[in-house]
């Protein structure tokens, strides 16, 4: 059984386009986040959740929508797509607050074309 | 902006040899974690360390932190061609609830 899953694991579009990406969780953990890889590897969080609530917000643009219809999942949704937005974007949970270790998803490579 | 760095970028060793990476940060932290991601895969956590403790074993895997010197090292002893992969170290920001990670160093291990 997969820990952490995200689909789609690829992902082609237009700019302009909208499009999600999905999370799922069954470890019984309170927490997810969403990160983003670029092409350099580096890693920059983008959103957290704790039970539902969000509660980590960095500084992205207000066309990356997170949602958490429950703890096990938090999905993200991406309006008006860029080219800057194509990168690989990793789904995490955690058990505790602060983040302890962190279990990560695949990765969803968003191609912006 | 980033918290952690990781130093050698890249490195290149022969199967059986050691392999050392460095990282360093910033601010204060609770404690600092390794990461090791394989290409095209998500990240695999390997050791944590409290901000209290000076050195941990995994296995192959030797970590030490130096909180005065806001530093950390990640030693893989006897490496085998499945350790290649990328290493990234992850400190957390007190008071708040994020895991910053550093740039990350990419190993490669030859036969």
């Known amino acids: 059984d997969t820990a952490v899953s995200q689909t789609p694991k690829y992902l082609v579009t237009q700019m302009g386009n909208d499009k999600s990406i999905k999370c799922e969780q069954n470890l019984g953990h309170d927490t997810m986040y969403w990160y983003k890889q670029d092409s350099k590897k580096f890693l920059k969080i983008m959103f957290s959740y704790n039970n539902k609530e969000l509660i980590i917000n960095e500084t992205v643009p207000n066309r990356f929508s997170p949602k958490s219809p429950d703890k096990a999942h938090l999905n993200l949704h991406i309006n008006s797509l860029e080219l800057g937005d194509s990168a690989v974007y990793f789904c995490?949970?955690?058990?505790?607050?602060?983040?302890?270790?962190?279990?990560f998803g695949e990765g969803s490579r968003l191609t912006v074309l | 902006s980033q918290q952690g760095e990781e130093d050698p970028q890249a490195l290149s060793i022969q199967e059986g040899e050691n392999a050392t990476m460095n990282c360093s940060y910033k601010?204060?932290?609770?404690?600092l974690q390794w990461y090791r991601q394989n290409s095209g895969r998500g990240l695999v956590h390997l050791i944590l360390i409290r901000s209290n403790e000076r050195e941990k074993h995994s296995g192959r895997l030797r970590v030490t932190l130096d909180t005065s010197k806001k530093s950390s090292s990640l030693l893989i002893t006897a490496s085998r061609a499945a350790d290649t992969a990328s290493y990234f170290c992850?400190?957390?920001?007190?008071?708040?609830?994020?895991?910053?990670f550093g740039s990350g160093t990419r190993l490669l291990v030859r036969p």
């Open positions: 601010t204060s932290i609770n404690n």
């Open positions: 995490a949970s955690s058990h505790t607050l602060p983040a302890g270790e962190l279990f």
């Open positions: 992850a400190t957390d920001v007190p008071s708040s609830y994020k895991l910053i």
